[in-house]
């Protein structure tokens, strides 16, 4: 064990039920075409796979297009339609580096073929925004014994 | 509560794992090109367990001043995407280092393949004529091979103290080698060897510095392939040392892990390919670098 390392270097133990298998996964989310001005969407959904349930485990973002750079707000929701948030939280306030993602704790389970909720809205009345949105977690596959 | 040995990650049964970087130079990949299942080969001798992948931003578009930035994806080892779909580098000073958690396992001989798109790689160049470049664009995927084996133990009782290696030099040598002025590929490698020679030594990373002390790294001045105590390589290929210097500003998390022992009477051997032009105004550039870790001092009855 090196102490200088971060955990996931060193290494992380398997965690989780032995009947089931965690596999590194990210699900992403494209604000295709790019959000117009002050404009909002609601109810966007990111389907997930039927092979396995989600784990959502971080968030982070990021805007790769250096004309689109508006300012947005984003509120999440579960498979349920439960709201993350009381309001839309402002981009600031969430990681835009993959390095050191947002951490959501406790993580949170999607069932296979559900979906991530969000709403999001570009703030900004004087810049369009192109957003790219990572779920970083595992996918859960069940150990056929 | 959770304890420290608890976090402590525990090698399968049967196994033993050695830091190890495997190194993606795409100074052949075309700029403005989108590349698919580009694979980089697993050696023959041992699994190998990724954990970290830094550099995106070296070689997909991704400076400031790009319009649009480029994408990388992931496959695992049957190829599969470990993403719906792919993910932007980014733009500016960001620093892309991703995380692989849990850990992917890719088995020996087979290899890690991922998509690129829109590839526009860093370059160097003079700041006047005859106006050279170099390229400087690399994917690190750090982890460890995986050996079947069992752990050597150590055969004394000891414990930990901190202890540094510090070696100072100039990179005097350019990037190229000329022929009439003009450049004739790469210039050699020169080789440095620190000898281990008080007590056996865990390396657990590398401080560059430079003169002025503080200033901290250029961007990558050069190539580092490090060795072990037995002369096995613990990069594919030299690396940039931005993407391993535990101080980099353009990288985090860069640490050896698991650390690599030198037992006392070896030596830390590494070699050094310059990225620098002798008409760089930096040039030569002095560093100064510590190789940080521990000792392991003999408690007990001491050796044997």
């Known amino acids: 064990m090196n102490p200088f390392a971060p955990q996931a270097v060193n290494g992380i133990n398997p965690t989780g039920d032995a009947d089931y298998v965690d596999v590194d996964f990210t699900y992403v989310y494209d604000t295709v075409p790019p959000l117009a001005l002050l404009e909002v969407r609601r109810d966007q959904t990111v389907p ?11 968030i982070h973002w990021t805007q790769p297009d250096v ?23 402002l981009e600031g306030n969430i990681s835009n580096q993959p390095y050191a993602p947002t951490p959501v704790m406790p993580e949170i389970v999607f069932p296979r073929g559900g979906a991530i909720g969000l709403d999001i809205q570009n703030t900004d009345p004087a810049n369009p925004s192109l957003v790219q949105i990572c779920f970083r977690g595992v996918k859960r596959y069940r150990i056929t014994k | 509560m959770i304890r420290r040995a ?12 050695d830091f190890f970087a495997y190194v993606y130079d795409a100074d052949n990949l075309p700029d403005l090109g989108n590349y698919r299942d580009v694979p980089v080969t697993i050696e023959a001798d041992s699994d190998f367990v ?15 001043g790009t319009v649009r930035a480029g994408q990388f994806l992931l496959k695992d080892a049957n190829g599969g995407r470990v993403s719906e779909s792919e993910r932007y580098a980014q733009i500016g000073p960001g620093i892309d280092t991703t995380a692989i958690v849990p850990e992917r396992t890719y088995p020996r001989q087979g290899a890690i ?36 084996g069992s752990e050597k133990q150590s055969t004394y009782k000891y414990r930990l103290l901190p202890y540094s290696y510090t070696i100072r030099f100039f990179i005097d ?91 006392v009477g070896s030596q830390i051997k590494f070699d050094l390919y310059s990225m620098m032009f002798t008409t760089e105004p930096a040039f030569p ?18 050796r044997g």
Do not use: C
């Not at chain 1, 004309?67 to 939280?89: C, E, K, P, T």
């Not at chain 2, 608890?6 to 794992?17: C, M, N, S």
């Open chain 2, 50 to 64: 990724l954990r970290k992948i830094d550099g995106m931003g070296t070689v997909l578009a991704a400076a400031p």
């Open chain 2, 113 to 148: 393949r991922f998509d690129l798109l829109n590839v526009q790689k860093q370059l160097y160049f003079t700041p006047g004529p005859p106006f050279l470049t170099v390229p400087a664009a690399q994917f690190i995927f750090t982890g460890v091979k995986r050996y079947a």
């Open chain 2, 285 to 302: 550039l002095e560093r100064e670098w510590t190789f940080f870790g521990a000792q392991r001092v003999p408690i007990g009855n001491g």
């Open chain 1, 48 to 58: 997930l796979n039927n092979d396995a349930d989600f784990v959502l485990r971080a």
């Open chain 2, 173 to 263: 040598w350019d990037v190229y080698a000329y022929i009439a002025g003009v450049p004739a590929g790469r210039s050699p490698a020169q080789q440095f060897y620190i000898p281990v020679n008080d007590l056996d030594f865990e390396l657990w990373g590398l401080v560059d510095e430079g003169a002025p002390i503080g200033a901290g790294p250029p961007a990558s001045h050069a190539k580092l392939q490090l060795y072990d105590s037995a002369r096995r390589q613990r990069f594919s290929n030299p690396v940039l040392v931005d993407y391993f210097a535990y101080n980099s500003p353009l990288s985090v998390g860069n640490a050896i892990a698991p650390p690599i022992l030198y037992p």
């Open chain 1, 67 to 89: 004309a689109m750079l508006g300012i947005f707000r984003v509120r999440f929701s579960d498979s349920q339609g439960y709201y993350l948030s009381n309001a839309l939280i």
């Open chain 2, 6 to 17: 608890d976090l402590d990650y525990r090698t399968p049964a049967g196994y033993v794992d």
